[in-house]
């Protein structure tokens, strides 16, 4: 079943009750929820999601809910729980949805040990991977979800895990969390996308989620082995620019960008030389959008880049 096909009634009992047991790639996450944003947003954006049963496991047991009672009407404010846990402050309650997905990236973040965790986007074209790790500001979100709204596949927007023993990056398809400008440069380029309403004055400035394409849920536990690593930047003004990177620049790059590298330790270690030695390396400037994906689906070809 999936969360689209529960009636309104029986989604909100759900949210409000023992939980609604979400399913996003490998990971379970059960959520619970009474704030009117979070049950809008959740039907909005994960409406294609499959759902566990519900006496099955689920990896995270996560809350979004009000603050005390006074933050409930004065300044008003939203909490965010993991096994009864706040590992957060409070934040202004029209950044409950975006809270639940920071939430949701926190507690792979900080228990997903059985796998490689970098903090970098990644879709696919077929049965290969295309990963790109890059600090924030560098234009990841904007590419990925220009990327995918052009025919590439969401594996995730945020973090990308890769399988220790095999290899094979996992899939989450969960929406694509744009910022400030990003919101109306991908509306205009995809005016079919959609989105959740933003959320304004949070740390990052004003985000909105962007949902994952259906095929893109779907197909989200399909394997997938990652072909390229292109490490992008954005440059106003630039013409769209891929360079080979050297093997040792691009393994200290994704290692920057490992979430667990230092937890690892060894098997870390020996998960990103596996991960270099697979890929072709590359930095990318761009400015266009347009001529962005013509540069990747180039890359993705075969074809020779300049």
Not at 101 to 118: D, F, K, P, R, S
Not at 192 to 219: E, H, N, Y
Request: charged share 20%; glycine share 10%.
């Amino acid at each position: 079943m999936k969360l689209g096909d529960l009636s309104q009634q029986e989604y909100l009992h759900r949210l409000a009750g023992e939980g609604l047991r979400l399913r996003t790639g490998p990971f379970v996450v059960r959520i619970r929820s009474d704030i009117d944003a979070v049950r809008q947003g959740l039907r909005l954006l994960y409406e294609h999601n499959p759902l566990a049963a519900d006496d099955g496991f689920a990896d995270f047991h996560v809350a979004v809910r009000h603050g005390g009672v006074l933050r409930r009407w004065f300044r008003p404010q939203v909490r965010f729980e993991v096994d009864g846990v706040e590992p957060f402050l409070p934040l202004p309650a029209n950044q409950a949805l975006p809270m639940l997905e920071w939430g949701m990236n926190w507690c792979i973040t900080a228990y997903g040990h059985h796998q490689l965790v970098l903090h970098a986007a990644a879709v696919a074209r077929g049965e290969h991977a295309l990963i790109l790790p890059a600090p924030p500001g560098s234009g990841k979100s904007t590419l990925c979800a220009a990327l995918v709204n052009r025919g590439w596949r969401l594996l995730s927007d945020e973090l990308t895990l890769i399988d220790l023993a095999s290899g094979t990056v996992h899939g989450l398809a969960r929406p694509v969390n744009l910022k400030n400008d990003s919101i109306g440069i991908i509306k205009r380029f995809a005016p079919a996308a959609v989105f959740s309403a933003p959320a304004t004055d949070t740390a990052k400035g004003t985000v909105a989620l962007m949902k994952a394409p259906t095929a893109s849920v779907d197909q989200a536990t399909a394997g997938t082995l990652p072909k390229w690593i292109v490490l992008p930047r954005y440059t106003p003004g630039t013409s769209a620019r891929l360079k080979t990177m050297p093997s040792g620049a691009a393994f200290l790059a994704i290692a920057d960008n490992a979430m667990n590298y230092h937890v690892l330790g060894r098997k870390g270690f020996e998960a990103v030389g596996r991960l270099i030695d697979r890929c072709s390396r590359h930095s990318f400037e761009y400015s266009e959008l347009d001529e962005a994906v013509a540069c990747l689906d180039l890359l993705a070809s075969g074809g020779v880049i300049g």
